[in-house]
């Protein structure tokens, strides 16, 4: 399978522990978008990289929460000092990064609960 | 500010009938619009995109349309299968950002035999 995957799909954590989620995009693909997702929601953009440059950071994220793609490839995204209103499907995506249309295509998330 | 919003939160069609999904957005000067398709426990699908020079395209059993006249956005589904049912969300690429794109809340779809 050569789409975007995510790693891992789910993750139980206690309240003020760091956590840490990965990200491979699909191959070749030069932008890559974190989204944040709450049941019954819409997902919400966190941020996003053209290769390994973070370009733009919404202000949902959080000083506790940090992005890297470090090599323009896979990106990794930490939540420190977790919060039970971190809980939420995190979702990864990725383009060509041309043309005004750039079709963002998702991975299959990971779903974070916060105890 | 923008926002994306859909007039319905859940739908329900009878099996080989046609479904159409409806969305309002508010940002007049959007001009770029996305209709996904996210099956429980899993990403958003791409579906099918439109340009705001367009007020029409098809693709495979899918068409979405658009009046920028009233800034509303619809997802029809043609013969709709069993493997349709899915929270639908139409989306936006924001004006404001080369990048981000802008969710509406989603509309869910079931299927009755």
């Known amino acids: 399978d050569t789409g975007v995957s995510q790693d891992p799909r789910h993750k139980i954590t206690k309240r003020g522990q760091n956590v840490t989620f990965r990200c491979d995009p699909i191959?070749?693909?030069?932008?890559l978008y974190w989204y944040r997702q709450t049941l019954g929601q819409g997902p919400e953009f966190l941020t996003y990289?053209?290769?390994?440059?973070?370009?733009?950071k919404s202000r949902l994220l959080s000083d506790r929460f940090s992005a890297e793609r470090p090599k323009g490839s896979f990106s990794t995204l930490e939540i420190q000092r977790t919060e039970q209103g971190d809980s939420a499907m995190y979702l990864c995506?990725?383009?060509?990064?041309?043309?005004?249309?750039?079709?963002?295509?998702f991975g299959p998330g990971t779903r974070l609960t916060v105890l | 500010g923008e926002s994306v919003g859909l007039h319905l939160p859940t739908l329900s069609v009878q099996e080989g009938d046609n479904s159409i999904i409806n969305c309002a957005y508010s940002?007049?000067?959007?001009?770029?619009f996305i209709w996904y398709k996210q099956e429980s426990g899993k990403g958003p699908q791409f579906i099918i995109d439109?340009?705001?020079?367009?007020d029409k395209r098809q693709g495979q059993r899918v068409t979405v349309l658009l009046n920028k006249t009233v800034k509303h956005l619809s997802l029809q589904i043609a013969a709709t299968q069993p493997g349709d049912s899915a929270v639908y969300f139409c989306?936006?690429?924001?004006?404001?950002?080369?990048?981000?794109?802008?969710f509406g809340s989603g509309t869910r779809l079931s299927i009755r035999p």
């Open positions: 995506a990725s383009s060509v990064g041309q043309g005004e249309t750039d079709t963002q295509y």
């Open positions: 191959s070749e693909h030069n932008r």
């Open positions: 990289f053209q290769n390994e440059a973070q370009l733009e």
């Open positions: 940002n007049s000067a959007s001009d770029y």
């Open positions: 439109i340009r705001s020079n367009m």
């Open positions: 989306a936006e690429k924001g004006k404001s950002s080369a990048s981000k794109i802008i």
